[in-house]
């Protein structure tokens, strides 16, 4: 697995960033895919890109808590305005992608894995 | 925010090419960088200018140049900025050795400005590019000439906002790791409640944000600080979902972190079942939500070095759980 600031997963997988703006140099090596809150507690890791569909605010305490580097809404879902505040309070990237979840997290793992297709897709 | 802003740029990494404020140090580096979003030119320009009018004499702009200890002014005709005249005008008019004149024959017409409202981070963007000394602030509303900016206003800013941050932490810092040492006593410890609102998802975390907070600013290790935050959510959230309220005590002494978390009902009539993973009763809408994983409980026990769970039908349940804080080990996977 490689390291992949945010910056460029955001560009080539076309994320719609909606806070944040100036955390995009984080560094990514893992997403994690889930929309059960405990169970992204149990297994997220420090730095991994939370993929779900879940839109309300605690999914930003979730993010805060495990130090993940941000969250990427699939499906195109908005998030709600709640979640939008407490994120630039907080200071978590929340990203749209109009991708599904399958689609999203195959992609972003080609580009983490490094094994092709890495520069373009 | 404004649509201009909210992607960054394409192409290049913007973190790489942000000019002046780029440096190895990451975490200084992130600081700066949220600043010059955060704030506004508003708050790093000069509000009493020094202003010019295109009849104003050469040699009497260096006089008002050097008296204010200023490199440069806008011209003012009638209540409106026709101009900007610098210090750079002035070396060249003398330089060139010609005649006094008006100010209007040497000042720079087409000018750049900003507008009061506008991120810090843009006003670094413009003087980067056009080279100019400093920039005229304009109040969007009313159009009106209300402030300058240079890259001085914007260093000296920084610096200042840096320095009462650093200054903050320090205090809270400094305040909580002292706190133990001053006190005597055989037994010692820091308590402080929240309570928890029942079925309200709009507040529902705030309790353990704030413990999360309380426990950074004790300057406890993060690793410490993350487990006892998570396992303080997950009980909140129960509290939430499966009572009527509740309250989170958190009581930090030197070398543990013991919260108890307590409700007044409904109760768990098979506690064992309940710690199960997988095991959850939680309603179809709170599903829906993300909740009812039934890992809540399997979540706290593996943050917590110790954990008690009791509970009466009809009465309540009570939680408690303890958190060595010299224990920073990676704490065990492990159900
Ligand atoms: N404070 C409580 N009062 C009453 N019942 C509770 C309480 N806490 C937990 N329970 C019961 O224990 C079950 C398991 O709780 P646990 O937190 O492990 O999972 P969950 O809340 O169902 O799902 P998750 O926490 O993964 O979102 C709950 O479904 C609920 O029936
Ligand atoms: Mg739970």
Known sequence: MKIVKLSRIIEQLNLDIRNAQDQVHREVKRGYTSDLLSDVLANGEEGDVWITLQIHPNIVAIAGMKGLSGIVLINGRQPQEETIARAREENIPIMVSEMTAFEFSGRLYAMLSGTKNDEGI | ?335
């Not at chain 2, 509000?47 to 440069?72: C, K, V, W």
């Not at chain 2, 200042?160 to 400094?174: A, S």
């Open chain 2, 1 to 335: 925010m404004k649509p201009n802003e909210s992607k960054p740029s394409s192409g290049a990494d913007p973190s790489e090419n942000s000019g002046a404020f780029a440096g190895p140090d990451s975490t200084r580096y992130t600081k700066i960088q949220e600043l010059v979003y955060e704030l506004k030119v508003s708050d790093a320009m000069m509000r009493n200018i020094i202003t010019t009018t295109p009849d104003t004499s050469m040699s009497e702009l260096r006089e008002i140049l050097r008296a204010n200890r200023i490199s440069g002014t806008p011209v003012m005709e009638g209540g409106k900025m026709v101009g900007v005249i610098s210090i750079e005008d002035f070396i060249m008019w003398l330089g060139s050795g010609k005649a006094d004149c008006p100010i209007k024959e040497k000042m720079t017409t087409e000018v750049d400005t900003m507008y009061a409202n506008e991120p810090l981070v843009h006003a670094i963007g413009k003087l980067d590019k056009t080279g100019y000394g400093r920039l005229p602030v304009i109040d969007r509303q009313s159009g009106k000439l209300i402030g300058i900016i240079t890259k001085g206003d914007i260093i000296e800013r920084l610096l200042h906002k840096l320095e009462i941050e650093y200054h903050e932490e320090e205090i809270h810092r400094y305040r909580a790791s002292h706190i133990f040492e001053d006190i005597i006593g055989d037994k010692v410890a820091l308590t402080f409640q929240s309570s928890v609102k029942g079925k309200d998802f709009s507040r529902a975390g705030e309790a353990s944000s704030g413990l999360k907070k309380t426990l950074e600013r004790l300057g406890i290790h993060p690793q410490i600080v993350r487990r006892a935050a998570i396992a303080s959510y997950e009980a909140e959230i129960n509290v939430v979902i499966y009572t009527d309220g509740g309250t989170i005590t958190a009581s930090v002494q030197p070398d543990k972190i013991r919260i108890d978390v307590n409700d007044t009902g409904p109760g768990i009539s098979d506690v064992d079942k309940a710690m199960q993973p997988g095991y959850s009763t939680a309603s179809e809408w709170v599903r829906e939500m993300g909740f009812g994983a039934g890992m809540g409980l399997v979540n706290i026990k593996k943050c917590a070095d110790k954990m008690e769970l009791v509970s009466t039908v009809d009465k309540g349940t009570h939680l408690r759980i303890y958190i060595d804080i010299n224990n920073t080990q990676e704490h065990s996977k492990a159900g």
